[in-house]
């Protein structure tokens, strides 16, 4: 059974700063990670998505790393903004048969202050 | 472009009765997954459908759980005689994602429907 773990669970910084949040899980036959983002009593947005033959990917200010051997990934936030401020989720898509299932980790709450 | 929507965004209901919670997900997307979140917890697989059919239930909590996606669109989340451990939210996504061919297509997600149980 898959299992994600997020580090940390809350990270508050200074507006400007880069930052790295953290992601592992434990069944590292995965088909892709994917990182989203989550405002408070919204859904969830995606961000990046790295295919399991993939080792980053990069949107603007981030860049999501994957390495599937030591089952983790990274997400690399450049230069942070208050606007960044949000729940960041990490999940893996395993497959069982033709079954498909995204785990998620417990989300690392960011704020970013100004 | 029309997001996944989700119907109603609230619902409060006494314990012991039963509700329907609906999502219209991205026209032409053949994958469509229902997740429940807890407070301050990650969203958990419930099920998962690819187009009208079910190919995964196994995260659904108990047979008081029941969902449908009849024509291949539009989804049907019932839950029977609710009871407190039900309170929470309760997400749709889809996706064009159809197997391991579609590894790369991304789930996008609505906004939810908090569910509380009186």
């Known amino acids: 059974k898959q299992e994600v773990t997020q580090i940390p669970a809350a990270l508050s910084v200074p507006e400007g700063e880069n930052l790295v949040l953290n992601c592992s899980f434990t069944d590292s036959a995965i088909y892709n990670l994917q990182w989203f983002r989550q405002d408070p009593g919204k859904g969830l947005t995606s961000l990046l998505l790295i295919q399991s033959s993939q080792r980053e990917q990069t949107s603007g200010r981030l860049n999501a790393s994957l390495d599937k051997s030591s089952g983790r990934s990274t997400l690399y936030i450049a230069a942070s903004q208050p606007g960044d401020s949000a729940t960041y989720l990490c999940?893996?898509?395993?497959?069982?048969?033709?079954?498909?299932?995204?785990?998620f980790g417990k989300g690392t709450l960011l704020t970013v202050n100004p | 472009g029309a997001g996944v929507s989700q119907s109603p965004r609230y619902k409060v209901a006494k314990r012991g009765q039963d509700v329907a919670l609906r999502c219209d997900p991205i026209s032409g997307h053949v994958s469509l997954f229902w997740y429940q979140q807890a407070l301050g917890q990650g969203p958990e697989f419930l099920t998962y459908?690819?187009?009208?059919?079910?190919?995964?239930k196994s995260g659904l909590p108990s047979d008081r759980f029941f969902a449908e996606r009849p024509e291949g669109s539009v989804s049907t989340l019932k839950i029977q005689r609710t009871q407190q451990e039900d309170s929470a939210v309760y997400l749709c996504a889809s996706s064009l994602f159809r197997g391991a061919g579609g590894s790369n297509q991304p789930q996008h997600f609505g906004d939810g429907t908090r569910l509380s149980i009186l």
């Open positions: 459908f690819q187009n009208e059919a079910q190919l995964d």
């Open positions: 999940a893996g898509l395993n497959s069982g048969g033709s079954n498909y299932k995204l785990t």
